[in-house]
């Protein structure tokens, strides 16, 4: 969400560089998947999103494929000689595992807290708009605690596709509770 609010008030696209797809198995590939990443930032001006960025940025140490090292290496380097004009956002929900030289090349590390019960009311209800009028907030907010920011959107968007299915244009609380309870038992895997 930072990367979308930083694309909207600069007027740049924001362009999500997705891993699974940079990723290979197939030595040297993902260094020059980089390099087209870093080509591309430096001619077309916008917000570059590399989201759950740990699968590329986790420690180097002793035990690493030399691979895993090369690919961290070769992004520090891209990173320091990134364009200016364009912006390189990396998020991820695990920032203890990222290698330290990371937070030397970002110019910024911005780290969100869980929100509290009212805060999570607050992005629910943001989400669903209209849909969400007759929520009793309250009730939603017990199954809210301990989810991030992005989990409570995705599960306001899963309640409301759940109203839309049926037919209604109102989330219940009891759509936003199971959500709720989803997206919990999906992060506890």
């Known amino acids: 969400m ?11 696209p924001l362009l999500t560089i997705r891993l699974d797809s940079l ?6 590939e ?9 080509d591309a930032a430096a001619s ?7 989201d759950e960025f740990d699968a590329l940025g986790g420690h180097r140490s002793g035990n690493d494929v030399g691979e895993a090292r090369r690919i961290l290496n070769s992004f520090l380097i891209f990173l320091e000689q990134a364009n ?4 390189v956002v990396a998020a991820t929900n695990h920032r203890s595992i990222l290698d330290h030289a990371l937070f030397r090349r970002f110019d910024v590390a911005i780290r969100y807290e869980l929100p509290d019960g009212a805060q999570a009311s607050e992005v629910m ?14 009730a939603a ?3 809210a605690s301990g989810l991030s920011h992005a989990e409570l959107v995705k599960a ?3 309640a409301a596709k759940q109203a839309i299915l049926r037919g209604e244009k109102q989330v219940t609380v009891a759509d936003l509770i199971e959500a709720l309870r989803e997206r919990r038992a999906a992060g506890s895997e």
Not at 23 to 28: C, I, P, V
Not at 30 to 38: E, G, H, Y
Not at 84 to 87: Q, R
């Open 30 to 38: 993902t260094a020059s998947k980089l390099r087209a990443v870093f």
């Open 84 to 87: 200016a004009e364009s912006i």
């Open 2 to 12: 930072t990367a979308a609010v930083i694309a909207h008030e600069l007027a740049l």
């Open 141 to 143: 907010q017990a199954q």
């Open 156 to 158: 306001a968007e899963t």
């Open 44 to 50: 077309q001006r916008a917000v570059y999103l590399f």
């Open 23 to 28: 990723l290979s198995k197939y030595l040297g």
């Open 125 to 138: 209800k943001t989400r669903l708009g209209p849909m969400g009028r007759g929520i009793r907030w309250a």
